[in-house]
């Protein structure tokens, strides 16, 4: 195989492999879900010390996104003092590196019999490549109202494109709160 296929399919393996969705989601087993009707945002906290996170385009698109699915849960928003729950949101962009090794095992000459006998592969190459990406995350968080306590976390991870368009970042903000949320109420989890 030619080398710049193959480090062309290595580099669309790992766009690939980045680009996924990963949820995770912890939750209080004692306490009974099924009680919540009623939720409020909590205010007063910034989402994130990152101004790319931390401003009024992306906080409005994360609350308008919850907000959404939560009300097609048929949970309604209400006053603070008359919530069931409180949710918040905390988001960050970190800088990663992955590396990925070839090795390419088997080399140029192949096998076989010669005057001198049985000859194995002739070694290959190793190779490591490099990929710089963004990485995002999202986590939203539930609180007891009585209790102050946190009944359920939802942390969606994923690597970040660039140049997208506005209407890319609303999209791309909604489907990983949707996909966050359909774990929500536990018990809801997708099989």
């Not at 590396?99 to 010669?114: A, K, M, N, R, S």
């Not at 995002?136 to 009944?151: A, C, E, N, P, V």
């Not at 949707?178 to 099989?191: D, K, N, V, W």
């Amino acid at each position: 195989m030619n080398r710049w296929i193959a480090t062309g399919l290595l580099c669309l393996l790992l766009l690939t492999a980045c680009s996924s969705l990963q949820i995770m989601t912890d939750y209080d087993t004692s306490y009974d879900f099924s009680t919540l009707r009623t939720y409020a945002w909590l205010e007063n906290q910034a989402p994130s010390d990152d101004i790319r996170v931390n401003n009024s385009l992306i906080i409005n698109r994360v609350v308008n996104a919850v907000n959404s699915v939560l009300q097609s849960k048929g949970y309604t928003l209400a006053d603070k003092d008359q919530a069931d729950f409180y949710v918040t949101w905390f988001g960050g962009i970190e800088n990663r590196i992955r590396q990925e090794t070839i090795d390419t095992w088997y080399g140029h000459l192949g096998y076989g019999y010669d005057n001198w006998g049985y000859r194995g592969y002739w070694p290959g190459h190793i190779r490591t490549y490099s990929y710089e990406y963004q990485q995002g995350t999202l986590i939203i968080d539930f609180s007891d109202s009585r209790s102050k306590q946190l009944i359920w976390r939802g942390t969606g991870q994923k690597y970040l494109e660039d140049d997208l368009t506005p209407d890319e970042i609303t999209q791309n903000i909604n489907q990983t709160v949707a996909a966050i949320l359909e774990r929500f109420p536990p018990g809801s989890q997708p099989p």
